[in-house]
């Protein structure tokens, strides 16, 4: 009998990554979030929701100055100015950088310095180097073939803390009950295993939270709300199984959404919101 090897320590999770991102819906280009930032939500929630508990969590401390990696509209980028913090807020998306800047305008809000910039950027050039900003954060926005180089760049550009958030099931699209209910439930992965055992493997200890958060979908028939819940499994799945599969999933789904629907003076939905939980993983950067 030889020698025991552990999966855990031994496998390369970096490298199952990318086979995964391989089989995955390609990242959109910055065009595609350019076209979304004209409807994208501005609202900060920063005293309520996922936004208030990020924040909670990241303890981001008066005066420091922060990276806000895929910053969007500003969820995080704002508040944090608002508290007095100064921040580099980044985005390949030049239509989301345009929306939080006149949001932030239009709020009075200082201190937020916005930058053209994607994950594989060369971040240095962007004059993103080593120990820059004492908080390094990526909320909801690691989108990217190559995880350990994003979470590495993350590290060495913070002094004191980085905190980024990955989805807990299969997809921030859709949930559990809605890929059971299609046969297709072992099909995606869950990003965040991946970052900690990444991290792990480089020698980095990494705390672990939870952020939960609830979505709800109406839909005015319960025609179109089968149409609709299949859609939004076709589109977490799509570039993972061929055309008669996806063909089968909304007839697949049709048994469990008569189950699992109502109707009230608010339209159909499901009887129990989708729940989406995140995780908040946050480390001290290695010492560079």
């Excluded at 950088?97 to 305008?105: E, H, K, P, W």
């Amino acid at each position: 009998m030889g020698e025991y090897e552990s999966l855990l320590t031994t496998t390369d999770w970096n490298e199952e990554w990318k086979r995964l991102q391989v089989a995955r819906k390609h990242a959109d280009d910055p065009a595609v979030w350019d076209e979304k930032a004209k409807t994208f939500p501005v609202k900060h929630g920063s005293q309520e929701g996922y936004v208030r508990m990020f924040l909670d969590l990241a303890g981001v401390m008066p005066g420091e100055t922060v990276l806000d990696m895929g910053c969007g509209t500003g969820a995080l980028a704002t508040p944090l100015a608002q508290a007095g913090n100064r921040v580099i807020a980044c985005d390949f998306s030049r239509g989301m950088l345009d929306v939080m800047r006149a949001d932030q305008q239009s709020l009075g809000v200082s201190g937020v310095e916005a930058r053209l910039m994607g994950w594989a950027d060369d971040w240095d050039a962007c004059g993103i180097g080593p120990d820059s900003v004492d908080v390094a954060l990526a909320s909801r926005s690691i989108a990217t073939d190559d995880l350990r180089a994003a979470l590495m760049k993350l590290d060495r550009v913070a002094r004191r803390r980085v905190c980024i958030t990955l989805p807990c099931g299969p997809s921030p699209r859709t949930d559990e009950r809605l890929l059971q209910a299609a046969g297709l439930d072992r099909r995606l992965g869950r990003d965040f295993l991946y970052a900690f055992n990444i991290l792990a493997a480089a020698g980095i200890n990494p705390e672990v939270a939870y952020i939960p958060s609830v979505r709800m979908e109406l839909y005015e028939s319960f025609e179109d709300a089968c149409t609709g819940f299949a859609k939004i499994v076709t589109d977490a799945v799509r570039e993972l199984v061929d055309e008669d599969e996806l063909a089968a999933i909304p007839g697949r789904m049709r048994g469990w959404l008569t189950d699992n629907l109502i109707q009230d003076e608010r339209g159909f939905h499901l009887s129990e919101d989708r729940k989406v939980t995140w995780a908040f993983i946050a480390w001290e950067p290695r010492i560079s």
